[in-house]
């Protein structure tokens, strides 16, 4: 208990009650831009909270990112411009209130239904994390091995396209972490004489490159004309809620575990999430041909999928060091510049931390409330701002953060490289989590790969000797052949038609 009391002390002070405020409205007026998303919010805030403690810079970030996934429902629901990709899964629906004169029921039901899913996202997080910290402190290198290319594995197939162009988006990741000295001997590789490349690709600049300053240039080479949004009102935004709420309860509970359940895959995350909760919402739905004509039961279960699934990410990101999406990849990065490392450790070394991150996480889910009431008050006037006045204030933003991370312009320029290649990914329909993903685990997976040979004396038959090890190599094998099976039943099922006439 006392521990509990001493996390309340670390988040419950002025300072980080104000760093908590400041971030909720950047978060909110970062997710309510159309094209900036909140893994954007997350790199953008890095290079600030080098000046902060550990809690104060893992509360911003938290309450930035829950912010600004709710704020991505607000011009997807006013202009039809999903303002994060998570917001896109329901965007019709949502536009469909709007043109028939109730965008307050819309939003209503976005921010009321969000703050329920991250609630019970978080009641997890506190839960499970604690309890699997137990068993991984088991763990070995050859299980570590296997759970992270079982994490890679799963970023490949669950994240958006084809798997094809998941698995070059990993090796793009996979190649930029294998940048810097070689693992064991500590020889250079790719380096080209560079000293600043010694210690491999800096996670923050690459982050904010990839996933800034590709917007930057999209918005740069595709111009848009600045749309104005319909003004709104507030009336009856909680109440008709509580109406929801007596309505769909069981779509409120079923999409905020299932957005919980999938944002703690690896490479998952809340756009995922809200997709597959909308699809079975309609699945299970006893109107499904309402859907896409201003039904608000889609809103609902997919509106808590969406941030139950930001507080999912984070069950391996404390646990494992594996990050769950993108947003909680950015976030291990911090925690490493801060000196804590994620894993089953810190809860028994800084166990006040962990659970500040989960008061942290009520508090933000919580306010999300009154300050998303205000944001829906004032979107007409953030959505006005036109994006020839806000991207160059980003790029600054990115260029004084990359700079910031060492006094070095070295920071920028892998940040405009990471750039140019991020837009070049995206224009490609080529994901970037999966890069996120193999830049951040690339040197886990190669550091477990060589201790583990070294203890085997070479024998790859080590890593299925003890049995949690065996189990997670067993199933990251059957997810490899998943698609393979698949692709032969459709075969056999196209095969057994075919010859159907002629029989």
């Given at each position: 208990?006392?521990?509990?009391?001493?996390?309340?002390?670390?988040?419950?002070?002025?300072?980080?009650?104000?760093?908590?405020?400041?971030?909720?409205?950047?978060?909110?007026?970062?997710?309510?831009?159309?094209g900036?998303?909140?893994?954007?919010?997350?790199?953008?805030?890095?290079?600030?909270?080098?000046?902060?403690?550990?809690?104060?810079?893992?509360?911003?970030?938290?309450?930035?990112?829950?912010?600004?996934?709710?704020?991505?429902?607000?011009?997807?629901?006013?202009?039809?411009?999903?303002?994060?990709?998570?917001?896109?899964?329901?965007?019709?629906?949502?536009?469909?209130?709007?043109?028939?004169?109730?965008?307050?029921?819309?939003?209503?039901?976005?921010?009321?239904?969000?703050?329920?899913?991250?609630?019970?996202?978080?009641?997890?997080?506190?839960?499970?994390?604690?309890?699997?910290a137990?068993?991984?402190?088991?763990?070995?290198?050859?299980e570590?091995?296997?759970?992270?290319?079982?994490?890679?594995?799963c970023?490949?197939?669950?994240?958006?396209?084809?798997?094809?162009?998941?698995?070059?988006?990993?090796?793009?990741?996979?190649?930029?972490?294998?940048?810097?000295?070689e693992?064991?001997?500590?020889?250079?590789?790719?380096?080209?004489?560079?000293?600043?490349?010694?210690?491999?690709?800096?996670?923050?600049?690459?982050?904010?490159?990839?996933?800034?300053?590709?917007?930057?240039?999209?918005?740069?080479?595709?111009?848009?004309?600045?749309?104005?949004?319909?003004?709104?009102?507030?009336?009856?935004?909680?109440?008709?809620?509580?109406?929801?709420?007596?309505?769909?309860?069981?779509?409120?509970?079923?999409?905020?575990?299932?957005?919980?359940?999938?944002?703690?895959?690896?490479?998952?995350?809340?756009?995922?999430?809200?997709?597959?909760?909308?699809?079975?919402?309609?699945?299970?739905?006893?109107?499904?041909?309402?859907?896409?004509?201003?039904?608000?039961?889609?809103?609902?279960?997919?509106?808590?999928?969406?941030?139950?699934?930001?507080?999912?990410?984070?069950?391996?990101?404390?646990?494992?060091?594996?990050?769950?999406?993108?947003?909680?990849?950015?976030v291990?990065?911090?925690?490493?510049?801060?000196?804590?490392?994620?894993?089953?450790?810190?809860f028994?070394?800084?166990?006040?931390?962990?659970?500040?991150?989960?008061?942290?996480?009520?508090?933000?889910?919580?306010?999300?409330?009154?300050?998303?009431?205000?944001?829906?008050?004032?979107?007409?006037?953030?959505?006005?701002?036109?994006?020839?006045?806000?991207?160059?204030?980003?790029?600054?933003?990115?260029?004084?953060?990359?700079?910031?991370?060492?006094?070095?312009?070295?920071?920028?320029?892998?940040?405009?490289?990471?750039?140019?290649?991020?837009?070049?990914?995206?224009?490609?329909?080529?994901?970037i989590?999966?890069?996120?993903?193999g830049?951040?685990?690339?040197?886990?997976?190669?550091?477990?790969?060589?201790?583990?040979?070294?203890?085997?004396?070479?024998?790859?038959?080590?890593?299925?000797?003890?049995?949690?090890?065996?189990?997670?190599?067993?199933?990251?094998?059957?997810?490899w052949?998943?698609?393979?099976?698949?692709?032969?039943?459709?075969?056999?099922?196209?095969?057994?038609?075919?010859?159907?006439?002629?029989?």
């Open positions: 208990m006392s521990v509990v009391a001493d996390a309340a002390g670390l988040v419950f002070q002025p300072y980080v009650l104000l760093v908590i405020l400041a971030s909720a409205a950047f978060g909110m007026f970062v997710g309510a831009i159309p900036l998303t909140a893994t954007m919010a997350t790199a953008l805030l890095v290079p600030v909270t080098f000046f902060m403690e550990p809690v104060p810079a893992i509360a911003a970030i938290v309450t930035a990112t829950a912010m600004a996934i709710f704020a991505g429902d607000i011009p997807g629901t006013l202009l039809r411009m999903p303002g994060t990709p998570a917001s896109a899964a329901y965007v019709q629906d949502a536009y469909a209130l709007t043109k028939k004169g109730r965008p307050e029921s819309a939003l209503g039901a976005s921010l009321v239904f969000s703050s329920i899913g991250g609630i019970f996202g978080t009641l997890v997080l506190i839960t499970a994390s604690p309890v699997l137990e068993v991984a402190l088991k763990f070995s290198s050859f570590y091995f296997w759970l992270v290319v079982l994490g890679l594995s970023a490949v197939f669950i994240s958006p396209g084809s798997p094809a162009r998941g698995l070059i988006s990993l090796f793009i990741g996979l190649f930029a972490a294998t940048v810097g000295l693992n064991p001997a500590g020889a250079p590789r790719y380096t080209f004489g560079n000293v600043e490349l010694m210690g491999g690709v800096q996670f923050i600049p690459a982050m904010i490159g990839l996933f800034a300053v590709s917007e930057v240039i999209r918005a740069f080479i595709h111009r848009g004309s600045d749309e104005k949004p319909p003004a709104t009102g507030n009336r009856g935004i909680f109440r008709e809620q509580l109406t929801n709420m007596r309505k769909y309860p069981v779509q409120a509970l079923r999409g905020s575990a299932l957005g919980t359940a999938i944002g703690a895959l690896p490479g998952a995350g809340a756009d995922i999430a809200a997709w597959i909760s909308y699809a079975v919402s309609k699945k299970f739905s006893k109107t499904p041909e309402k859907f896409g004509t201003g039904h608000v039961e889609g809103l609902v279960e997919a509106g808590s999928s969406n941030n139950g699934a930001m507080s999912g990410a984070w069950i391996p990101a404390l646990v494992f060091g594996i990050p769950g999406d993108s947003i909680t990849a950015i291990i990065g911090v925690l490493y510049i801060k000196g804590i490392n994620p894993g089953p450790m810190v028994i070394t800084q166990p006040q931390m962990i659970y500040a991150v989960f008061i942290v996480f009520l508090v933000a889910n919580l306010m999300m409330l009154p300050l998303g009431w205000l944001a829906i008050k004032g979107a007409r006037q953030v959505l006005s701002i036109p994006q020839r006045v806000l991207m160059p204030i980003i790029l600054m933003f990115c260029m004084v953060g990359s700079f910031a991370i060492n006094n070095s312009v070295f920071g920028i320029w892998l940040m405009l490289v990471f750039g140019i290649i991020g837009f070049l990914m995206e224009e490609n329909d080529i994901p989590a999966p890069a996120i993903l830049l951040v685990l690339g040197p886990m997976l190669e550091q477990n790969f060589v201790t583990s040979m070294i203890k085997s004396d070479g024998s790859f038959i080590a890593f299925f000797e003890r049995p949690i090890s065996a189990g997670l190599g067993i199933f990251t094998i059957a997810v052949m998943l698609p393979l099976a698949m692709l032969l039943l459709r075969r056999k099922g196209r095969g057994t038609a075919s010859s159907e006439p002629s029989n």
